[in-house]
Each structure stands twice: as C-alpha cells, then as structure tokens.
C-alpha cells in the first residue's frame, strides 16, 4: 500500500510532445523496442528504502490508468494528431512489468524500462514526476518547501505584474522535476493570473493534463530520445546523420505542422550540416538546449540568413536552466532580429529553500545497441557504452572535417 495518495492521476499527466514523438513512433517505428535508465545527478541525494517501496507503489497505481474517453477527445483537438493514432491510445495503458526497480545504485535508487518504444517512452515524464514527489515529500518537511515554493513563487508573479522583468512569451516545463502536483497547479494557476495584467505572455505548459484543465496551450514538439532512436536504432545508419533521418520522418509525419526542431542530440554545428533549405523552411522554429545560449542564437540567425531566410519568420525557444532573469536577458539580446520563446521547468516547479533534484531517464539502448547524445555541453550525455561513444564522436568529426559546409 501506498503512504502517500496517488501522484499521476490521468494518462495525460506527461508532456504534451511524448504525442507527438508517439505518433511517428507508431506510424513509422511500431517495431523498435528501447531501453530507459534512470540517473541521480545530485551527488547528496541518498533514497531510503522505504523511498524506494513507495515510488514502486506509486508507479503501479500508474500503471492501472487508461485514457477516459473526454480525456481523448482532447487530444483529437489537437490538429495534427491522427484518429489511428487516438484509437491506438483508448487500448494502450502502461505495464509494471516493463519496469526494473531497486536500491542498486549510488543514490540509492535504480530504475529502468525495457519495452517497445511505443510503451517505454511513455513512461519517462510520470516516472521522473514520481521519484521527484516522493522524495521530497518523504526527505523533508513538505508544508515548509510548499511555503517556501509558494513565497518564491508570488514574487516571480510579482515581477511579472509590475513588469520589473519581461520575458516576450514563455511556458512552464517543470512536470519532470516539479516539486509536486499541487506545487504545479498552484505555479500554472498564478502565471495565468500575473500575465493578465499586460506583462509577459504566459501561453502554456507542457503537461498536457493541466493544459486542459486550465485552457492553455499543450506545448512541445521533439526530445533526443527521437533523434536518438530514430538515427541509431537501425545499424544501417550511419549515426552522423541522425538528424537527418529524424527530420525526414517528422516532416513526412507532419508537413509544416508542430515544427519546432531539437538541436543538440549529436551536436548544433553537425544539426547545421543537415538544416538546409528544405528543412529550415518547413520547420517553424529551432529549440536550445545545451551549450552558450548567446552563441547558439547568433549561430542560428546566421545559419538562417546563409539560406536565404528571413528570421523574423522564424523561432528561437530557449529551454535549458532558465530563470525569469536569464530568459528576459536572452530576450532583449535577440528579439529585434528573430522571434523568441521560452521553456521555463524547475525554476517554475520545484524553487524553494531546498535544491532541486537534478533527475533524468534517458534512452540508453534501441533494438538492443546502444544509442547516445553528444550536446553542445560536456556531461549531458548518457550511455552505458564507452566504446559507442568513441565510435560515434568519431563519426561526428569525420563529417565536420570532411564534408563541405
């Protein structure tokens, strides 16, 4: 039995781009199975057993969801999501039996998932929001972080309502490290209310579930698990050209729809080799996530200007460790040349007097290999294959120094 009441409470809990990934899965990749491992960055976060037992009880409750029928019809009013695909979701609900958890590593806690990529990439997000709630309402004083979240919270609102800070438009990201459920609701509910009065443009949030139950928008377009597994999982690949295999497949699933392109899986300035004309033009935007985010947007700009493109027509969404101060920043730098957005998580989510935990579940194998990311920031990446990683560095340079740019 669980000690504490059930964290994920709807299938529509996760964020919104695990659709969009789900759908060109089971359009274009039904067969590819992957594994997911779970890694504790922080160096002083221990999980005690009874940490532990309560995560395994809160991921079975998950488990016994399914997707309610309004709950589906949602989802059909998202315009590039497809009726085959919505019929797909009404049979499919996740499996206990995917999951591997223990007390097996440093941290104290080791989970993975092994299962079709259609189940496993499911179960990333509500995993991740789990082990968050769990921790930390079981670690310390949980009225104490709410009062503090809560405090923290009504001056970032504060900021915004008498616009002391401006950001242009911005989203909360924060369900896979939030501090709560009720702390997400609560940030989402107040952003709402502090953008009302004429300050920056709060436009949504990633969960899909609060999405809906407040009447902003789902956002979010593709993770490195698709680059990842849709550029490595076939060993007729050559992994240098992930992106190109991954952007191929998008736009056949999609045209210009939902069009916002990752850049950092095997590195932007190899991204760049493959972000011609016809790419650049079809996709709406381009999403930082590693690396300098002042060098990043220059280098974008430029790469759009080399092709002949306006960048006025295009979108900059920063998503990587903001707060309201960096994002307003990065704003100002770039607003007057190219359109700008942001992703804002944990800063939302889980800012109290404690630190946040610094989790991730990522892809570490497809169809039985490994698969891996180089972003543009030493440290983010994540595979159980050392010689893998050789491998694909090596292809990586071999590109860049070989083929015309």
Same mark, same amino acid.
């Given at each position: 039995m669980s000690r504490l009441e059930q964290i994920i409470k709807s299938l529509l809990e996760t964020d919104l781009y695990k659709f969009s990934m789900g759908q060109v899965i089971y359009h274009q990749f039904p067969g590819y199975t992957t594994t997911w491992t779970f890694k504790c960055r922080n160096k002083n976060v221990k999980f005690t057993e009874e940490m532990v037992e309560e995560i395994k009880e809160q991921i079975k409750l998950y488990c016994k969801l399914n997707f309610k029928e309004e709950e589906l019809d949602y989802l059909r009013n998202i315009k590039w999501l497809k009726s085959d695909y919505i019929d797909f979701l009404r049979l499919w609900h996740p499996r206990y039996e995917d999951f591997e958890i223990t007390t097996d590593a440093e941290c104290g806690l080791a989970i993975e998932a092994k299962s079709t990529w259609l189940n496993s990439s499911m179960y990333e997000i509500p995993t991740l929001a789990i082990v968050n709630e769990v921790y930390f309402k079981m670690a310390y004083d949980y009225d104490k972080l709410m009062d503090s979240f809560r405090r923290r919270l009504a001056n970032k609102v504060k900021r915004l309502e008498e616009r002391s800070i401006y950001l242009g438009t911005f989203s909360e990201f924060g369900l896979r490290r939030r501090l709560s459920a009720e702390a997400q609701e609560l940030a989402i509910k107040e952003l709402i209310r502090g953008s009302e009065k004429n300050s920056s443009n709060f436009v949504g949030t990633s969960n899909v579930y609060l999405a809906k139950k407040f009447g902003v928008k789902p956002v979010g377009t593709m993770?490195? !698990?698709y680059i990842m597994c849709v550029g490595q999982g076939n060993k007729k690949h050559n992994p240098a050209y992930s992106n190109w295999y991954a952007l191929d497949a998008w736009i056949r699933e999609y045209s210009v729809l939902n069009g916002i392109a990752l850049t950092d899986t095997v590195t932007t300035d190899v991204f760049l080799r493959d972000f011609q004309l016809t790419f650049a033009t079809m996709f709406s935007g381009v999403r930082h996530d590693s690396g300098d985010p002042y060098e990043w947007? !220059?280098? =974008?700009?430029?790469? *759009?200007e080399s092709l002949g493109i306006d960048p006025k027509t295009k979108t900059l969404l920063f998503s990587d460790s903001l707060d309201f101060d960096r994002a307003s920043d990065l704003f100002y730098h770039f607003? %007057?040349?190219?359109n700008v957005a942001f992703g804002i998580g944990t800063y939302i989510s889980n800012d109290t007097d404690e630190e946040a935990l610094n989790i991730v579940m990522k892809t570490t194998e497809c169809n039985g290999h490994p698969v891996a990311k180089i972003s543009d920031t030493d440290g983010k990446g994540m595979c159980?294959?050392? !010689? *893998?990683? %050789?491998?694909? =560095?090596?292809?990586? !340079?071999?590109?860049l120094d070989h083929e015309k740019f």
């Open positions: 993770a490195h !698990e947007g !220059e280098k =974008m700009i430029k790469h *759009y607003n %007057d040349r190219i159980k294959s050392a !010689e *893998y990683v %050789d491998y694909l =560095m090596r292809t990586l !340079e071999w590109r």
